[in-house]
C-alpha cells in the first residue's frame, strides 16, 4: 500500500512538474507572439523579461518613466540581448533623463542592428530639453545616415544651429558623415535663412577636413550663394578648393568637378558653345532669333573701380553668304542674382568696348551672366581688371 501511494505520489509530481513546464513554455510563447501581438501583453506576467515587458516600457515611458526602465531592464536579462528590448530602454531612460544611459542603451542597440526611429527622436527631444547637445549631434547623424524622417532631422538642425554649442558638436561629426553634410545641404536649400549658421559649422569642420572633399562643401557653398550670401560662401570655401588662380575669369572648359565659382555653360536646343583656338576661348552660336544665354558664374571682385573687356575673332562676312553673322553680346552683372532684372546691375548692356564699372561696399561676390543675340562669336575671350 505504502508502495503504491509513493507510485501515485510520484506520477502526481510528474504532472504538476509537467503542467509547469507546459505553463512556463506557453508564457515564453505568449511573450514571443507579444512581441508583434500587444493584444497578448496582459497574458504575460510583469518581470518575465521578454518582448511583452519591453512594450509595456514603451507604452508607460512617458507617463510613467521609471517603471518603464524596472519593465525594460527585465528584458534585457535574456541572452543574447535583443536590439529592440535595448531600443524600449533607451526610450524609458530618455524620459525619465537618464541620458548617458540611454545613449550607451542605443548605441548598443544601434550595434546590434536596431535602428528605431521613434526611439531616435525621443532621445533628440530629451538631450535637447537637457541641454546634452553631443547626444543631440550625434543622434541627427544617425538618422541621417538612416535617410528618413526628414521632418525631424530638418527640426533638430534648426535647434542646433542657432546655438553655438550646436554647432561645435555638429562639426565635428561633419567631416566624418556624408549623409549629415548631405542633409544639411538639403536643409539649407529648404530653409536658407540658416545659411549663416551653416556656413559657420562647415567652416568650424574644415579644421579637420575628413571626408569633407571640395565635391562635398561645392553643393553648400553654392546654395549660400544663390541666397545672396556671398560672404558666408566665402568664408567656408577653402582656397585650395578654386580650380582657377584668384583673379583669373577666363574661360574654362565645364568640368566634372563641382566649383561654385566655375563657369557654367547652360544648355539649351538653339545655342552651342564649344571650346574655342585656345582652352581659354570660347566659340559659341546661337540659332534662335532671340537673345540668349551662353555663360554664368561668380566672381569675387573687390571695392572700387573695375573694367571688363571682352575679345573675339572677326570675320568678314560677304553680302548673301549663309555664314552667321557676328551676335552682339549682352553682359549682366550683379551683386543681387535674384532680382532678374537690370535695373540696380553694375552692367547690363551690349558689349561694343572696355566697360568700366565700380563695386560697391556691401558687394562680396557678384553675378556675371553673357547672353548672345542671333548668330555667333569665334575665340571670344574675357578679362577683368
Known amino acids: 500500500m505504502t508502495l503504491g501511494k509513493t507510485s501515485i505520489l510520484g506520477w502526481v509530481v510528474r504532472f504538476i512538474v509537467f503542467l509547469a513546464l507546459f505553463a512556463l513554455a506557453a508564457v515564453f510563447q505568449l511573450d514571443r507572439h507579444a512581441r508583434t501581438q500587444t493584444r497578448l501583453i496582459p497574458y504575460v506576467p510583469a518581470g518575465v523579461g521578454g518582448f511583452a515587458d519591453a512594450n509595456v516600457a514603451r507604452l508607460l515611458a512617458i507617463a510613467a518613466p521609471q517603471t518603464a526602465m524596472d519593465r525594460a531592464a527585465a528584458s534585457l536579462r535574456h541572452r543574447p540581448v535583443d536590439g529592440g528590448n535595448l531600443s524600449a530602454f533607451a526610450l524609458a531612460a530618455a524620459e525619465a533623463d537618464e541620458l548617458d544611459i540611454a545613449g550607451e542603451a542605443l548605441t ?3 550595434q546590434r542592428g536596431w535602428r528605431d526611429t521613434y526611439t531616435q527622436v525621443m532621445v533628440i527631444g530629451s538631450a535637447m530639453t537637457g541641454g546634452n547637445y553631443e547626444v543631440a549631434a550625434q543622434r541627427v547623424d544617425a538618422l541621417a545616415r538612416l535617410r528618413r524622417e526628414e521632418e525631424a532631422v ?16 555638429l562639426a565635428k561629426r561633419l567631416s566624418h558623415s556624408i549623409p549629415l553634410a548631405s542633409e544639411i545641404h538639403e536643409f539649407l536649400r529648404a530653409y536658407p535663412d540658416y545659411g549663416p549658421e551653416v556656413a559657420q559649422t562647415f567652416s568650424l569642420a574644415l579644421s579637420d577636413r575628413g571626408i569633407l572633399e571640395c565635391e562635398l562643401l561645392a553643393p553648400v557653398a553654392s546654395a549660400l550663394l544663390l541666397n545672396e550670401m556671398g560672404a558666408d560662401a566665402l568664408r567656408m570655401w577653402p582656397e585650395d578648393c578654386q580650380r582657377q588662380e584668384t583673379g583669373s575669369y577666363a574661360f574654362a572648359p565645364a568640368s566634372a568637378e563641382r566649383d561654385p565659382f566655375a563657369w557654367t555653360y547652360p544648355s539649351a536646343a538653339a545655342v552651342s558653345v564649344r571650346t574655342g583656338s585656345e582652352p581659354n576661348l570660347v566659340e559659341v552660336r546661337n540659332r534662335d532669333p532671340l537673345r ?44 543681387d542674382r535674384k532680382g532678374g532684372r537690370s535695373a540696380g546691375a553694375l552692367i547690363s548692356q551690349t558689349y561694343e568696348s572696355q566697360i568700366e564699372f565700380t563695386v560697391p561696399e556691401d558687394c562680396p561676390t557678384q553675378y556675371l551672366a553673357l547672353s548672345l543675340g542671333q548668330g555667333r562669336v569665334e575665340d571670344l575671350s574675357i578679362t577683368i581688371d
Open 108 to 110: 548598443l542597440a544601434a
Open 154 to 169: 530638418y527640426g533638430t538642425l534648426s535647434l542646433l544651429l542657432v546655438e553655438e554649442q550646436g554647432r561645435e558638436e
Open 292 to 335: 540668349r544665354p551662353f555663360a554664368s558664374r561668380y566672381v569675387v571682385l573687390d571695392e572700387g573701380v573695375h573694367r571688363l573687356t571682352l575679345d573675339a575673332k572677326v570675320r568678314e562676312t560677304r553680302p548673301g553668304s549663309l555664314r552667321a553673322r557676328q551676335a552682339e553680346i549682352t553682359v549682366l552683372l550683379r551683386c
